[in-house]
């Protein structure tokens, strides 16, 4: 990518992406990826994680929607290529399904404020 979000300096964080699901194979499952660069490993260690399709009927019903993959305790691992990876959850990408699966990590526990934070993006692998 030619762009890249920089974060200076907060205590908490929130990042959200999606992909429509007609972007994805069918029949396939999926691992969700947060590929980011953080200044000191201390900061974003351990993260909460959701993954989860929202339907494109009724994006306000929340009976259309459902979860996934939601887990606590999730740990970022160093790539060979110097970026960090967290892994946000698998879910299944099926034949009828249409929307979008939406994936986020959050961290409010982290007692020092992060700095340096760069993410490149959420990568979706099929497994």
């Not at 740990?75 to 970026?83: E, S, Y």
């Not at 699966?101 to 020092?112: K, Q, R």
């Amino acid at each position: 990518f030619s762009e890249a979000a920089a974060l200076r300096s907060i205590g908490w964080i929130h990042i959200q992406g999606k992909i429509a699901t007609q972007m994805l194979s069918k029949n396939t499952m999926y691992e969700a990826y947060l590929v980011f660069w953080v200044e000191r490993m201390d900061g974003l260690k351990s993260s909460n994680t959701v993954i989860r399709f929202a339907s494109e009927q009724s994006k306000s019903n929340t009976s259309n929607k459902r979860f996934e993959s939601r887990e606590t305790g999730k740990l970022a691992k160093m790539r060979a290529d110097g970026w960090v990876e967290i892994a946000l959850g698998k879910f299944y990408n099926g034949d009828g399904d249409n929307g979008e699966v939406e994936a986020w990590l959050t961290e409010i526990n982290s007692p020092i404020g992060m700095s340096g934070l760069v993410v490149e993006g959420i990568e979706f692998r099929p497994l």
